[in-house]
């Protein structure tokens, strides 16, 4: 069988506006200026896709929330300003130009400010290699707590998914809270980081169509790290998809939260090497032709999946 080779990177990396402060109590300062600390980010990842691009990248996924830094880790309504529109912010319209230039396929998690001027969301814009859009994916779960590393808020600045995705002009999903979008290298689907740990997420990307996966992250803590490991191979074995999870890595004043990173590719016969030769891009070849081919295990759960099960009168109505 012929190979549909796609070279493929994720970003990890942190906040690159230079003159955060070292106390969180003088972050007031920064009111004023938010539009730099947006653009001294997505100007860095321009550069990162410029990098991608010298080593033949296709396509490449930034990472969650990547115009700012990870300011959920308090509770600050400063923030909130931050938020722009999916098609026609000034993000999405610099990475549209970039990706036109650049005859790349851009993933760029955003923070949304829905057209209704009242809801937010964070969000996964996709632009195709002219600099078209092609939709966006709301993140469907939203997590606030503590672990034994820090705080997560999240839910203070943005809400869940309201399946308001659709429509777009690639999407070929049927699930509102699940696009999925035909691009010129194959059928790509997001879910963003909480998303991951949500059993019916990947099952429902996947049969959708999805063959890529892309799941940015900011994550923290001694249990995040574990199953990071382990739940991308799990469910690129399980769903037949390639999955590439993208992790901050370092620290970002004046928080100080450690990311640990880690970010890798993972398909379903195992994890993918990483060819990068630059120290913020996480590079892998994905042959999407290996989704087509009999499982090397012998196995068919498509074939032997009990659709009785998955309707079980005692299954919870959100995974049915």
């Known amino acids: 069988?012929?190979?549909?080779?796609?070279?493929?990177?994720?970003?990890?990396?942190?906040?690159?506006?230079?003159?955060?402060?070292?106390?969180?109590?003088?972050?007031?300062?920064?009111?004023?200026?938010?539009?730099?600390?947006?653009?001294?980010n997505v100007d860095h990842h321009i550069d990162l896709m410029r990098a991608a691009k010298a080593q033949g990248v296709q396509v490449i996924c930034f990472g969650e929330l990547f115009p700012a830094p990870y300011f959920a880790v308090g509770t600050d309504p400063m923030w909130l300003p931050l938020a722009e529109d999916a098609q026609t912010g000034p993000t999405v319209t610099q990475l549209k130009a970039a990706a036109q230039e650049l005859q790349m396929v851009v993933v760029a998690p955003i923070f949304e400010q829905d057209s209704n001027g009242k809801d937010r969301f964070n969000t996964a814009v996709v632009i195709d290699e002219s600099g078209r859009y092609l939709g966006k994916f709301r993140k469907a779960h939203i997590?606030?707590?503590?672990?034994?590393?820090?705080?997560?808020?999240?839910?203070?600045?943005?809400?869940?998914?309201?399946?308001?995705?659709?429509?777009?002009?690639?999407?070929?999903?049927?699930?509102?809270?699940?696009?999925?979008?035909?691009?010129s290298l194959g059928k790509i689907g997001v879910a963003i980081c909480y998303d991951r740990h949500f059993h019916y997420v990947m099952w429902n990307l996947a049969a959708q169509g999805a063959e890529l996966v892309f799941c940015p992250a900011i994550t923290?803590?001694?249990?995040?790290?574990?199953?990071?490991?382990?739940?991308?191979?799990?469910?690129?074995?399980?769903?037949?998809?390639?999955?590439?999870?993208?992790?901050?890595?370092?620290?970002?004043?004046?928080?100080?939260?450690?990311?640990?990173?880690?970010?890798?590719?993972?398909?379903?016969?195992?994890?993918?090497?990483?060819?990068?030769?630059?120290?913020?891009?996480?590079?892998?070849?994905?042959?999407?032709?290996?989704?087509?081919?009999p499982d090397p295990s012998g196995w068919n759960l498509p074939r032997d999946t009990r659709a009785d099960h998955i309707h079980s009168p005692n299954m919870p109505a959100n995974i049915s």
């Open 1 to 40: 069988m012929s190979s549909r080779i796609v070279r493929a990177a994720l970003t990890e990396t942190i906040n690159a506006y230079p003159h955060m402060p070292e106390s969180v109590a003088d972050l007031g300062q920064l009111a004023t200026k938010l539009e730099d600390i947006r653009k001294a």
């Open 143 to 183: 997590p606030y707590g503590t672990n034994e590393q820090g705080s997560f808020h999240e839910n203070f600045y943005y809400g869940r998914s309201d399946g308001n995705n659709t429509p777009a002009p690639a999407n070929i999903s049927r699930d509102p809270f699940y696009p999925v979008f035909q691009t």
């Open 220 to 293: 923290f803590g001694n249990k995040s790290e574990r199953m990071w490991e382990m739940e991308f191979p799990t469910d690129a074995a399980r769903h037949n998809i390639f999955i590439g999870g993208s992790n901050r890595r370092g620290s970002e004043k004046p928080w100080n939260q450690p990311f640990f990173g880690k970010s890798y590719f993972a398909g379903p016969n195992g994890n993918l090497p990483c060819l990068s030769q630059h120290e913020n891009l996480i590079i892998a070849d994905i042959d999407l032709a290996v989704l087509a081919q």
